[in-house]
């Protein structure tokens, strides 16, 4: 059973900063692409972030680019998010996620590619 499970979500004012990690068991973590989405109240659940299965490709959405950092470790089957300069738009559960394959391409904008989804970590950011 593939089951991602996300902590380090929290309050922070504008301008902080966060890390959020996921830790994946159940399958050969380097075949799949991993990738963070997040989902604000009464908004669509949109991509994040996405990693290439060996680590050697980012992908990030246009808002969260230059401030989000997507990083991975194989051995321990962890993903990670840093967050810096954190804005209130930035307020959302955060999902982490792995779709088959190691390259991720165009997969943050296609979310039924990702079969495998965590419960989500709630990320706060007030002004």
């Known amino acids: 059973q593939v089951q991602p499970v996300e902590s380090g979500g929290g309050s922070v004012q504008t301008g902080g900063t966060l890390r959020l990690s996921c830790a994946v068991s159940?399958?050969?973590?380097?075949?799949?692409?991993m990738a963070w989405f997040r989902q604000a109240p009464g908004k669509e659940r949109e991509g994040v972030a996405a990693?290439?299965?060996?680590?050697?490709?980012?992908y990030y959405a246009d808002s969260v680019k230059g401030r989000f950092t997507i990083s991975r470790d194989n051995g321990k089957k962890t993903l990670d998010l840093q967050m810096n300069l954190l804005k209130p738009n930035d307020t959302a559960m955060y999902y982490c996620?792995?779709?088959?394959?190691?390259?991720?391409?165009?997969?943050?904008?296609?979310?039924?590619?990702?079969?495998?989804w965590g419960q989500g970590t709630q990320v706060t950011v007030s002004s």
């Open positions: 990693i290439d299965g060996d680590g050697g490709n980012t």
């Open positions: 159940g399958y050969t973590y380097n075949l799949y692409c």
């Open positions: 996620a792995a779709a088959f394959g190691r390259m991720c391409g165009g997969k943050l904008s296609i979310q039924q590619e990702f079969g495998y």
